[in-house]
């Protein structure tokens, strides 16, 4: 009987499926184990091979671990909300859920016919008012909450209403948007107006005025991954920046707790780095500099030690101060450089080292040590959100610094060399800089230790001050778009205030069209109803930003546990249950934005009581990238022909990509590449002897416009599911990058071809006997579980797959058809290859799922080698090896190797003068 993947699979995935054999429930009897994939945005291009390989790897995991006896929670769902969907039904008119439905069934399809064990009743999308109800509920609990720096938590907003009331502002440790200094008195005599505004200052979920991404043509802000090169990555459109008042969540309130937390967590050191390069702790000073009619200049340095080399101050182009600094003279030019900036984004500006620009704003500052006068310019290498949004240049100790002194002609000076003690007193550093100052405090201290005596200083002179920064920004939470959760927020006189929780889910509401409107606001105004009407029937009307994308993917996880509670987002027991993720696959791509925004979200929620861990994620698996192999034809320049591979030098050619769906081994359907490409119908074709067109191949990422992508669903149709999910895994380690070449499936499918046989005889009947397996036969399968089992528990699967070619070769060479035997791998191949595993267990158990089958284990006794191998030395020189029992004795091993035909040769017909045997190790004659 041939092995026919197309019949087994579809009867088995049926099966599954009819029996709900991937359902689980919470079970306080079992360990839990909760295994989950990155959350996918649903394309309307669905998936290509790429794709599938962290969610095959979680497969497997899962499967794995249910055999050895864990509750898994392995669920699945969809990230749907999202500007693909939006720009779609801006140009067609169609409703972003029509398309965002139409995608799911596709990505349902393609999950489905590779054999995924998802619990699927637990499916979420953000895009289901019954999910975003929650998502824009949590929305509302960072609204009413306040973080209190002496707690180091967040706290319902209540607590800070009642010591304003009892304190003002007096004792209060708040993250806030600026110190803000108010007696009791005070706040309890002010209007409400006035109350709600102050509490802006320190709400979690707050409004203020923003520099932003704003892309004028898709009428949205856009995230700074969303902006490349000062365009837009979806569509290319040239983007700005723009003062906005936004929406924004005061995730810098948890920048330290968010550092320390990496340090609970099982991650690669490489996202642990990125994630704290983007929190960027830095410890130094604020430090004010002045202007000759008092206006002061703030700037943060983490090397004030350095502040006697500075000569000049930069400002971010849109710092507060630049127009109030701006003589007229300059007013013009100013004007002309900020413009430019607004067309760079910030990644642009970071990036571009050493293309420095900047403009002289006409003012000065008065050094706040050496009293000289020091120009104020401003330049994109400084930006508005990081630190005061300005710094003191210190050209002779910082590289951008350096290029911009010499682009701009400005003053070098040398004070310290980085790394060694700071030597320079007050003679040496008037010698160098040409400025006489007492630096006495400094002279003969460590660096370290200058910059604390220089801070102490700076606050003696009462000039400035000590402070820990961050780089990591309060993350603008508002887009200008339709396809989005809508805030629940209504607007009292221009106040916003939270919707009543009774009437979430706020839907989106229906509207004429997508974009904007004419007078540049979100599409939510177009709607005609769009207010909220209180008790006394006034009419408020309702915020008409939505939520950015990763709100609903920053707490999904959570609802899975849940999914069908309508009375609240995941209810106690069950999130206690589940706590948080055990092991989360996905691409490093994510290594800042979601990772970092759920973390944020889920601390926030364990202040506030609602789960019981600080860190969602305690391991973290990024699986490596499955690159294209191009193919390419070679058409000679100014003929009407191709020209195969191995020929191509012979003329001036130029490549030409094509599909590879069209290539099987190297070699060119001609016919077919004609139907695809009508306009080559007539050319001719230069094969190689053999008559075959060869095509030239590169490995590179998987791209439409490459021709290079390979549909899963046409591999799952020619080899079949299971053999896809081995052959993914079979490339190399998870982690790593591989090129996909669809020639190589056929040797994976061969080993499944072959492990089928096993268990029939020659004319095709299912052959598995109850007899007693032989020692070899067992040590060929306990030797195979021990290698599984401890691959799969380092995720090491390429490993385990040579494990199963070895044993199926093995095995057949013994020709083994006992139970004993193939029952057991049958368990142990389940995990990579389901579809036939299932077919082979329940020919051998009728009735009986191989889902349900206990993990085997190995017998390390039948491991042990029973025999010896002994280098057989002539005079000390190894001439050959000899296996022999390890049972024997030294007189039965000396007998053993005088026997052996090998001896006789180099014996030469002598006798040997004396054997010399050490027992289990060597063997000497001495002739």
């Known amino acids: 009987m041939e092995y026919n993947h197309k019949e087994i699979e579809r009867t088995w995935s049926k099966y599954w499926s009819e029996n709900q054999l991937y359902k689980v429930v919470e079970d306080p009897n079992l360990p ?15 998936l290509h091979v790429g794709h599938p390989l962290g969610y095959i790897a979680s497969d497997i995991y899962s499967r794995f671990m249910r055999h050895r006896g864990f509750n898994v929670l392995h669920p699945m769902g969809y990230d749907s909300f999202g500007l693909p969907a939006e720009q779609y039904a801006i140009e067609t008119g169609q409703h972003p859920a029509v398309t965002t439905e139409n995608n799911i069934k596709r990505y349902r399809s393609q999950l489905d016919l590779l054999g995924m064990s998802y619990d699927w009743s637990r499916e979420v999308r953000t895009s289901d008012p019954k999910y975003y109800k929650w998502t824009q509920w949590i929305f509302l609990q960072f609204f009413n909450s306040w973080y209190n720096k002496k707690t180091n938590k967040a706290e319902p907003v209540k607590t800070l209403l009642q010591h304003l009331e009892e304190f003002g502002t007096k004792g209060l440790d708040a993250a806030c948007t600026q110190q803000l200094s108010f007696t009791a008195e005070e706040w309890n005599t002010w209007p409400e107006e006035k109350k709600q505004q102050t509490l802006l200052n320190y709400r979690l979920a707050y409004r203020s005025e923003s520099v932003v991404n704003w892309c004028p043509a898709l009428g949205t802000v856009l995230a700074n991954d969303e902006v490349k090169d ?4 979806r569509g290319g459109y040239p983007v700005v920046q723009k003062k906005m ?40 000073a604020i430090v004010n500099f002045y202007t000759p009619d008092q206006v002061p200049i703030s700037i943060f340095t983490t090397r004030p030690d350095t502040i006697f080399g500075a000569t000049f101050i930069v400002m971010a182009p849109e710092h507060d101060a630049v127009d109030q600094l701006t003589t007229d003279e300059f007013k013009r030019a100013v004007e002309q450089y900020r413009d430019y900036v607004k067309s760079r984004s910030e990644r642009d500006r970071l990036a571009d080292v050493k293309n420095v620009t900047g403009q002289f704003t006409g003012s000065y500052v008065i050094h706040p040590f050496s ?18 949004g300005a710094i003191m240049a210190v050209p002779g100790h910082d590289s951008r610094d350096h290029r911009f002194a010499k682009k701009f002609g400005l003053p070098i000076k040398m004070v310290v060399d980085p790394g060694k003690p700071w030597d320079v007193d007050a003679e040496t550093y008037e010698e160098k800089s040409g400025t006489s100052i007492n630096s006495e405090f400094l002279s ?8 604390s005596a220089i801070i102490t200083e700076i606050e003696r002179r009462g000039i400035g001050h000590r402070k820990v920064n961050f780089r990591l920004r309060d993350a603008v939470f508002g887009r200008q778009r339709y396809w989005g959760e809508p805030i629940p927020i209504y607007y ?8 009543p929780e009774e009437l979430l889910p706020l839907e989106l509401p229906q509207v004429d069209a997508y974009l904007p409107t004419e007078d540049g606001d979100p599409p939510l105004a177009r709607a005609k109803e769009w207010y909220y009407t209180d008790d006394e029937g006034n009419k408020w009307p309702l915020e008409t930003t939505t939520m950015p994308g990763w709100a609903g993917s920053s707490w999904y996880f959570l609802r899975y546990m849940d999914p069908a509670n309508e009375k609240e987002p995941f209810s106690a027991a069950k999130e206690k249950y589940w706590k948080s993720v055990d092991l989360y696959f996905g691409g490093s791509e994510h290594s800042t934005g979601h990772l970092l925004y759920a973390r944020f979200w889920h601390k926030f929620l364990f202040d506030l009581g609602f789960v019981t861990s600080d860190e969602p994620f305690a391991k973290l698996i990024n699986q490596g990238m499955i690159q294209g192999t191009s193919a390419f034809v070679y058409r000679v320049k100014g003929q009407k022909k191709f020209v195969t591979f191995s020929k191509k030098d012979a003329y001036d050619t130029q490549s030409l990509y094509v599909d590879v769906n069209l290539v099987e081994n190297d070699v060119l359907d001609i016919d077919g590449f004609k139907k695809w490409r009508p306009e080559f119908m007539d050319f001719e074709f230069e094969t190689e002897d053999d008559g075959s067109y060869r095509v030239g191949r590169e490995i590179e990422k998987m791209s439409k416009s490459k021709y290079n992508v390979v549909n899963p669903d046409h591999i799952v149709e020619k080899y079949g599911a299971d053999t896809l999910r081995l052959y993914e895994m079979f490339l190399g380690p998870i982690e790593l990058s591989k090129p996909w070449n669809t020639d190589g499936i056929t040797g994976v499918y061969n080993f499944l071809k072959k492990y089928w046989r096993l268990h029939f005889d020659e004319a095709g ?18 030797k195979t579980i021990k290698k599984v089992t401890n691959d799969l528990q380092n995720f090491s699967y390429n490993t385990c797959v040579s494990a199963f070619m070895i044993c199926v070769n093995e095995l057949t060479s013994q020709k083994c058809q006992k139970r004993e035997v193939l029952q057991p791998l049958s368990v142990l191949l389940a995990p990579f290859a389901p579809h036939i595993a299932e077919e082979i267990y329940q020919r051998m158990n009728s009735g009986q799922s191989v889902l349900l089958a206990r993990w085997p284990s190995w017998d390390e006794k039948l491991l042990e080698e029973d025999h010896v191998i002994y280098p057989v030395s002539f005079n000390g020189k190894t001439r050959f090896t000899l296996s022999l029992s390890k049972s024997l004795t030294s007189e039965e091993v000396e007998k053993a190797v005088l026997a052996e035909p090998k001896t006789a040769k180099y014996l030469n017909g002598k006798n040997p003068r004396k054997i010399i045997v050490v027992q289990g190790r060597i063997i000497n004659i001495v002739i």
């Open 245 to 284: 008042m936004q929406w924004s969540l005061r995730i810098t309130a948890y920048a330290q707790r968010l550092l320390e937390g990496l340090e609970q967590i099982d991650w690669s050191d490489s996202i642990k780095e990125a994630q704290r390069n983007w929190i960027g702790r830095s410890e130094g």
């Open 230 to 233: 000062g365009l837009s990555e």
């Open 444 to 451: 003969g201290l460590p660096v370290e230790d200058a910059i």
């Open 32 to 46: 839990k184990l909760y295994v989950l994939d990155m959350f996918p945005y649903p394309s309307g291009a669905g």
């Open 371 to 388: 009293g000289e006068k020091i120009p104020v310019y401003i330049s994109e290498y400084v930006l508005a959100g990081y630190g005061t």
């Open 492 to 499: 009292k006189n221009g106040i916003p205030y939270p919707l």
């Open 765 to 782: 009947n299912f052959c598995v006997k109850d007899e007693k397996p032989t020692d070899a036969e067992l040590k060929t399968l306990h």
